[in-house]
């Protein structure tokens, strides 16, 4: 049980600096930060059969045999966009808490270091650029012709290196700049097993693979009766020229094109979280949040809910895949991502957060986000193909999404010109 009113012991970026990849999950948040360590419990995917109630009641297991076992009472870890796919949820042997992350100017600017800059690499783009835009093209003739309002169009970005990543620094750079969002680092390694419930396990060394990003979206939060969810849709890359800057943020506000891919999502989150709710209060209109790399359209709903035992986990899955990463209907926006996109997305899309044994928790979607292992990353980026949408756009919307990873890489701005050419 997270006890929220707290004093903490540490700060935010004493629990960054003590992360280790492969033993630790890390999440922070514009209210608190969690540093996990150590595995007492994981829930295996051999019995799940990918319903989200199959899920919510195993995660439910799992937190009552803590609850009678052990003196950490929540679960953490990461759930793909695909239900029917492995989930990689665990029950730490320890937890640490502290309050928001926090940089002054000279720590946001110092050490990018290492990385893109100082180490060989290669890329490889799946689908490279013209593929790209030939399927959203496909899309685009498809939405003129059947019910579907919007489908959700993603690429990766496969980086291989000379030598093996640093994961703890590239999470220390993204974090510089993303105190207001959602900073993650998920361990997705260890031994997959028949047993359900596997104490003391520890993965080895050779087998981690890392999760992380810095995600600027909340699919939900809880604690009692109160909840809160962010959804965002429609986006627009940031400028370095300010003068460009504010002029693409008011064009982003005034786009009846994404007002419209905007309404589609907040339409679908109000929907799900309504049953739930003895008051639920959505704003008529948008908001703008910005991230170091883009502007998104924003919509901040609050809520009470009417039954205090409700779980956040289920209010998630309830509210998983919205139209911001999926599409709308949500069945044949999935249908058309599995026959158009030619790569499993795992992990991307999906969510990253914790729920306690009280059914407080917070997940976010997981976006902005690599998939680290060895000297290999792998990037992800998408966009929301509606009727109004152009293939040259999207494509643009994609690059400038993967620059929140290759600017926590090293990469500065003259060398991200050069890849904007190639179509990253």
Known sequence: MVNHGAVY?????????????????FLSS??????????????WADSQDGTPGALSNRVKELLAAATRSHSEQI??????????KPAELIVPLSTEWAASLSFSEEERSEGSGQFASELDYEMNMHPDPEFYKAIVNT??????????????LSRTLELNSA?????????????????????????????????????????????????LGASPELLITKTGLQIRANPLAGSAPRSNDPVEDERRAAALLASAKDQFEHRLVVEAVEAALRPYCKSLDVPAKP???????????????????????????????????????CGT??????????????????????????????????????????????????LYAGAGIVADSSAEAELAETAAKFRTLLLAMGLNDRQLAVRKKEGI
């Open 30 to 43: 514009p209210k608190r930060t969690l540093l996990a360590k150590g595995e007492w419990a994981r829930l």
């Open 163 to 211: 030598e093996p990543v640093d994961t703890r620094r590239l999470l220390r750079n993204l974090a510089r700049h993303n105190e207001h969002g959602y900073t993650f680092a998920v361990n997705l390694g260890g031994e997959k097993g028949a047993s359900s419930l596997k104490e003391g396990a520890e993965p080895a060394a050779a087998e981690v693979r890392t999760l």
């Open 329 to 378: 209907p949500t069945e044949l926006a999935r249908e058309a991502i599995r026959e158009i996109e030619p790569f499993e997305r795992g992990f991307f899309t999906g969510m990253v957060g914790w729920c306690d044994s009280q059914g407080d928790g917070e997940w976010i979607v997981t976006i902005r986000c690599a998939e680290v292992e060895g000297r290999k990353l792998r």
């Open 75 to 84: 679960v953490v870890g990461a759930i793909p966009f695909d239900l029917a």
């Open 287 to 325: 908001s703008l949040v910005q991230t170091q790399t883009m502007w998104h359209l924003s919509t901040d709903i609050y809520g009470e809910l009417a039954d205090s035992a409700t779980n956040v986990l289920d209010l998630a899955l309830s509210l998983h895949p919205t139209p911001a990463i």
């Open 139 to 152: 899309m685009l003739e498809r939405l003129k012709q059947d019910m579907l309002q919007k489908v959700v």
């Open 9 to 25: 012991e540490k700060t935010a970026a004493q629990l960054l600096e003590e992360y280790e990849s492969g033993l630790c999950f």
